[in-house]
């Protein structure tokens, strides 16, 4: 049982250049979820999404474009990468939280550094 | 607005004592779920323990519990024997219903176990 995988792992950009991280979730999870992590800012929501075709900005999208066509999958782009996006992106997934008692299940997290 | 508060930037244990890490919350909703999370130096980001407004015992997972004080809006995690693979970051989170149940994370704990 795979749970949350995140492509790539690593990866070194120069400003400017694009990329899409990508995410996949074997859980058949309705909500999806990006997320940055910097050092002593905790976990800053970028972009979530709670079903297929549905997306919706979080604390800090600037600069991040994402998309859910398959439930399956939450991609998430840079456009033109900036040296402030340097930092660690996490994808999570969670089933749907009625009662906010789903906890997130989360991918290893990509290490993404701009030059 | 949801709003998540973990004061201890850094916490250092004796192997085999307990420890307690702080957490504070800030919400009006009437339904929420509280979450701790632990993230180890390789990264991944492991779901701990849930604790559910309306629970009214303190919820326990192992050597883990969570001391909820509802009135004070604290959910502090327990650990009790700590072993030196509890040295990590720790995270608390929140759903709660005015916030569309999209979590909110503190700054994160880290605990430092010494042998």
């Known amino acids: 049982n795979a749970g949350v995988t995140q492509t790539p792992k690593f990866r070194v950009l120069k400003t400017g250049q694009s990329m899409t991280l990508l995410c996949a979730q074997d859980?058949?999870?309705?909500?999806m979820y990006w997320y940055r992590q910097d050092p002593g800012m905790g976990l800053r929501l970028i972009h979530y999404?709670?079903?297929?075709?549905?997306?919706a900005k979080g604390e800090v999208p600037d600069g991040y474009n994402v998309s859910r066509l398959k439930k399956q999958n939450f991609l998430l782009g840079l456009e033109s990468a900036a040296p402030s996006q340097t930092s660690v992106y996490f994808c999570?997934?969670?089933?749907?939280?009625?009662?906010?008692?789903?906890?997130?299940?989360f991918g290893d997290g990509t290490r993404l550094s701009i030059l | 607005a949801q709003k998540i508060t973990q004061t201890q930037p850094g916490m250092f244990v004796q192997e085999k004592e307990a420890v307690t890490l702080d957490c504070t919350y800030d919400?009006?909703?009437?339904?929420?779920?509280l979450f701790w999370y632990k993230q180890p130096s390789s990264g991944e980001m492991i779901f701990l323990i849930y604790?559910?407004?309306?629970?009214?015992q303190n919820a326990t997972e192992g050597r883990y519990s969570l001391n909820f004080q509802k009135a004070r809006k604290s959910a502090n995690l327990v650990i009790s024997a700590s072993q030196l693979g509890d040295s990590a970051m720790y995270f608390c989170?929140?759903?709660?219903?005015?916030?569309?149940?999209?979590?909110?994370f503190g700054r994160g704990t880290s605990l430092i176990v010494h042998p």
């Open positions: 999404s709670v079903g297929e075709g549905t997306t």
């Open positions: 859980m058949n999870h309705e909500y």
């Open positions: 999570a997934s969670s089933y749907r939280t009625g009662k906010g008692n789903q906890p997130q299940h």
């Open positions: 989170a929140m759903l709660a219903s005015g916030g569309s149940y999209i979590p909110t």
């Open positions: 604790q559910g407004s309306y629970d009214q």
């Open positions: 919400t009006s909703d009437p339904s929420y779920g």
